[in-house]
T-cell receptor, first 110, second 110 residues
């Protein structure tokens, strides 16, 4: 069966610090992978998606970046966090109908 | 007009009652429709797809009205465990081919 892992589950970081969130999937090959952010009181916002190793499409120009070094690994990074980066970060992959989400990382930037 | 609109609620419903909520969408070319359930501080999980003829899964019934461009979710004999936020998801729009509503918050009261 397919599973998706994210870590850490929660994170508290100071403004200006770097960020690295990791997502790995199991039980599938060459998946389309996605990073979403859900801020308080707002809907899911697509940040990045990837159709393969090294292929990243960015939907929101900001201080975040993404990389896909391996087929089943997707990383979200920042060199300097902003207060507005706080939120619930969700990794997802495509299923035939819809999306399957990982457990998410709750990021608080202070 | 927003692409996918939902009444944010909260809907406060007594246990055992029937509750229904709608979601309207603006893209007439949309072909796929879903309801997701999101528990507090958890990731969204697929509840059910919505088919043109309507479909039922236990106490849950989903319907699609293409003419009026809305989908609905009906929950019969509601349980305390049904308390959650219900996200409407529609294909089309967005770089990843999906548009998420902001969700309807449902609270089942004993």
């Amino acid at each position: 069966s397919q599973t998706i892992h994210q870590w850490p589950a929660t994170l508290v970081q100071p403004v200006g610090s770097p960020l690295s969130l990791e997502c790995t999937v199991e039980g599938t090959s060459n998946p389309n992978l996605y990073w979403y952010r859900q801020a308080a009181g707002r809907g899911l916002q697509l940040l990045f998606y990837s159709v393969g190793i090294g292929q990243i499409s960015s939907e929101v120009p900001q201080n975040l970046s993404a990389s896909r070094p391996q087929d089943r690994q997707f990383i979200l990074s920042s060199k300097k966090l902003l207060l507005s980066d706080s939120g619930f970060y969700l990794c997802a992959w495509s299923v035939e109908r819809g999306r399957f989400f990982g457990p998410g990382t709750r990021l608080t930037v202070l | 007009r927003k692409e996918v609109e939902q009444d944010p609620g909260p809907f406060n419903v007594p246990e055992g009652a029937t509750v229904a909520f709608n979601c309207t969408y603006s893209n007439s070319a949309s072909q796929s429709f879903f309801w997701y359930r999101q528990d507090c501080r958890k990731e969204p999980k697929l509840l059910m797809s919505v088919y043109s003829s309507g479909n039922e899964d236990g106490r849950f019934t989903a319907q699609l009205n293409r003419a009026s461009q809305y989908i609905s979710l009906l929950i019969r004999d509601s349980k305390l465990s049904d308390s959650a936020t219900y996200l409407c998801v529609v294909s089309g729009g967005g770089a990843d081919g999906l548009t998420f509503g902001k969700g309807t918050h449902l609270i089942i009261q004993p």
